[in-house]
């Protein structure tokens, strides 16, 4: 059985950073494209970022992209976003999710499996 644990998340200034972590268990890490998704308050959960599974091919929302960088350490079994420059927009729960494809996916549909979140918040 597929579990995602993610961690990482707080409360900080903005302007700052922050690095979420993915934990997977169950499967083999290395199989499978990845992403990280996002849901605020009262709004639909978005994209973030997609990573296929070898590393490569990393993709992100236009309002991240600059600023979040989406990586993965496969012999650690763990999914990676570091955050910088942190807006009061970016505050929301943030999920990691897996594929059973290589490629990644900017689409929640395109991902059965998911944590259960980590809270990030940006005060001003």
């Known amino acids: 059985q597929v579990q995602l644990v993610e961690s990482g998340g707080g409360l900080v200034q903005a302007g700052a950073s922050l690095r979420l972590s993915c934990v997977m268990s169950?499967?083999?890490?290395?199989?499978?494209?990845m992403g990280w998704f996002r849901q605020a308050p009262g709004k639909e959960r978005e994209f973030v970022a997609t990573i296929r599974e070898d590393g490569g091919n990393t993709g992100y929302q236009d309002s991240v992209e600059g600023r979040f960088t989406i990586s993965r350490d496969n012999a650690k079994n763990t999914l990676y976003l570091q955050m910088d420059s942190l807006k009061t927009e970016d505050t929301a729960v943030y999920f990691c999710?897996?594929?059973?494809?290589?490629?990644?996916?900017?689409?929640?549909?395109?991902?059965?499996?998911w944590g259960q979140g980590t809270q990030v918040t940006v005060s001003s």
């Open positions: 169950g499967r083999t890490f290395r199989y499978g494209g």
């Open positions: 999710a897996l594929r059973n494809y290589a490629a990644g996916s900017r689409y929640s549909q395109d991902y059965p499996y």
